[in-house]
C-alpha cells in the first residue's frame, strides 16, 4: 500500500544536539511538507517543498533545515538553535492541484528535549 | 498573516447528541479542508470544499463553505463513540500547496 513513513516515532535529543527525522513517501506525489503540533494547537508548516531540489520556508522554518534530493524523501532537521523542540512532528505530502484530495500525513515523530 | 480561527476548543457531548465545530477566516479562502486525528493519530483527510455556499454530506457529517468563503462548519448528527477525536480545518490560500489550519475542536463522547 501507499503511504507516508515517518521514523523514529519517538526521538529523545539533549540540549544543544542535532536530529534528524526521515520521511519517505511512496505515493509518488511532488508535494511534501514538515508541521510541527504542540498540545492544543494546530499544525503549523515549518518547511514546504513543491518539487526535488526545492523548498520554501513556512511560518516557524528558525531552527529547523530540510533538503529535498529524492522525490521519496524529504528529511527534516532540528538543530541546537531551536529553542523549544519538544513537540509532535508530521510529515505529509499531496498531489498539487488534483481536487477533493487532502494532505496525507505520516503517523509522526514525538521530539523530546531531555 | 492568513488565521484561521476555530471554535470551540473543546466538546463534551453525550452520545446521541449533535455537534458543530466552526472556522472562521481573516482572510477569503481558496478552498476548505477538514481532518479527523484520532488521539495518539494523524490527521487523517475528511473533505475539500471549494465553491461559494457548498454544503457537502458524509452520512452523519455535513459539511458548509460560507458565502464568502471566509467560515466554514462541520456538523455531526447524533454521536457516535466512534467520533471521538480531534477536528481540524485547513484554509487554502490561493496557492493551492499552502494552507492554514485552525487550532482544532477536540470532540469527547460520552457513552
Known amino acids: 500500500d501507499g503511504g507516508i513513513t515517518q521514523s523514529p516515532k519517538y526521538l529523545f535529543r539533549k540540549e544543544g544536539q542535532n536530529v534528524t527525522l526521515s520521511c519517505e513517501q511512496n505515493?509518488?506525489?511532488?508535494?511534501m511538507y514538515w508541521y510541527r503540533q504542540d498540545p492544543g494547537q494546530g499544525l503549523r508548516l515549518i518547511y514546504y517543498?513543491?518539487?526535488?531540489?526545492?523548498?520554501q520556508k513556512g511560518d516557524i522554518a528558525e531552527g529547523y533545515s530540510v533538503s529535498r534530493e529524492k522525490k521519496e524523501s524529504f528529511p527534516l532537521t532540528v538543530t541546537s538553535a531551536q529553542k523549544n523542540p519538544t513537540a509532535f512532528y508530521l510529515c505529509?505530502?499531496?498531489?498539487?492541484?488534483?481536487?477533493?484530495?487532502?494532505?496525507?500525513f505520516g503517523s509522526g515523530t514525538r521530539l523530546t528535549v531531555v | 498573516g492568513q488565521q484561521v480561527m476555530q471554535i470551540p476548543q473543546y466538546q463534551h457531548v453525550q452520545e446521541g447528541e449533535d455537534f458543530t465545530t466552526y472556522c472562521n477566516s481573516s482572510?477569503?479562502?481558496?478552498?476548505i479542508q477538514w481532518y479527523k486525528q484520532r488521539p495518539g493519530g494523524h490527521p487523517v483527510f475528511l473533505i475539500q470544499?471549494?465553491?461559494?455556499?457548498e454544503v457537502k454530506k458524509q452520512k452523519r457529517l455535513t459539511f458548509q463553505f460560507g458565502e464568502a468563503k471566509k467560515n466554514s462548519s462541520l456538523h455531526i448528527t447524533a454521536t457516535q463513540t466512534t467520533d471521538v477525536g480531534t477536528y481540524f480545518c485547513?484554509?487554502?490560500?490561493?496557492?493551492?500547496?499552502?494552507?492554514?489550519f485552525g487550532s482544532g475542536t477536540k470532540l469527547n463522547v460520552k457513552p
Open positions: 505529509a505530502s499531496r498531489r498539487p492541484g488534483q481536487a477533493d484530495l487532502g494532505y496525507t
Open positions: 505515493l509518488n506525489h511532488d508535494a
Open positions: 517543498s513543491q518539487i526535488v531540489n526545492d523548498f
Open positions: 482572510t477569503t479562502l481558496s478552498n
Open positions: 470544499l471549494v465553491k461559494s455556499g
Open positions: 485547513a484554509g487554502g490560500a490561493y496557492n493551492f500547496n499552502k494552507f492554514y
